[in-house]
């Protein structure tokens, strides 16, 4: 049992790690600043980080929230990404044990968390994501070549109908990003979760949707990224149980 833990500990550590590099692509891809060559800084005073500030979220938490140098306000966005990307690697090792899978779909998260944020703030998501989750998806079919038609059908089952849509609404109705988001997916995932996928992100889409508008009037324009992202989150980690129910409660199964 406790080799177990340990394991698990040391995941959600390494998850949140690759947390914090999450951050600084959140925060410098949609200013198109370096983010891999110039050092951490503080956005207000530009005192570069030490180690000792960049350990995930006790770092932060160390600090009270504050620069060490200017005292600001340290977004609380930094330790929620961290321990988020940590423990949903936790949750994928746990789905998935130590395999091939679950590294795959370490990545996939930590890329659907970026791009979510991203595309949360300045509604496009950087096609940079969708061809480092297409990568994902190809090295998925090579892994597991004599599955590869159901890769190829959730390349296009989901895809291609919300294409349709997006020309027959001249881009209202869905973004670009959004299609080869769901294509790119679909080919890490399969047909049957990327489908079960959009079912699920359109449902939480709608609601949390609503409550905002109704909350604080905000926007009409509906970034669909984060929605589809945790659709496709849960569809990965809980959707092959999810089918099963209902195939057995529709006597089909
Ligand atoms: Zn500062």
């Not at 550590?13 to 600043?33: A, D, M, T």
């Not at 995930?56 to 140098?69: D, E, N, V």
């Not at 044990?97 to 779909?105: A, D, T, V, W």
């Not at 930590?110 to 300045?122: E, G, H, Y």
Request: aromatic share 14%; proline share 3%.
């Amino acid at each position: 049992m406790l080799p177990i833990i340990l394991l698990y500990i040391f995941i959600f550590f390494f998850g949140s790690v690759v947390g914090s590099f999450l951050n600084v692509l959140i925060y410098r891809i949609p200013k198109h600043e370096d983010f891999v060559v110039v050092r951490s800084h503080c956005m207000n005073c530009g005192y570069q980080l030490g180690w000792t500030d960049l350990i995930p979220i006790f770092s932060w938490i160390a600090l009270g929230g504050k620069c060490r140098k200017c005292k600001t306000r340290l977004s609380v966005q930094y330790p929620t990404i961290e321990a988020l990307n940590g423990a949903l690697y936790v949750l994928i090792t746990v789905r998935y044990g130590l395999s091939i899978e679950s590294l795959l779909y370490c990545f996939l998260f930590s890329a659907l968390i970026a791009l979510s944020v991203i595309d949360f703030r300045t509604y496009e998501i950087p096609i940079g994501f969708n061809i480092f989750i297409l990568t994902l998806g190809l090295v998925r079919v090579a892994t597991d070549y004599t599955d590869w038609l159901q890769y190829l059908i959730g390349f296009l089952v989901v895809s291609v109908p919300l294409l349709i849509l997006y020309y027959a609404t001249g881009g209202r109705g869905i973004g670009g990003g959004d299609v080869k988001l769901m294509a790119v997916c679909g080919l890490l995932i399969g047909w049957k979760l990327i489908l079960l996928s959009l079912g699920l992100g359109c449902i939480i889409g709608s609601i949390i949707h609503v409550i905002r508008m109704k909350a604080s009037k905000a926007d009409r324009v509906l970034a669909m990224g984060p929605y589809l992202s945790v659709g496709i989150m849960i569809a990965t980690l809980w959707g092959e149980s999810m089918i099963n129910w209902y195939l057995r409660l529709s006597g089909l199964g």
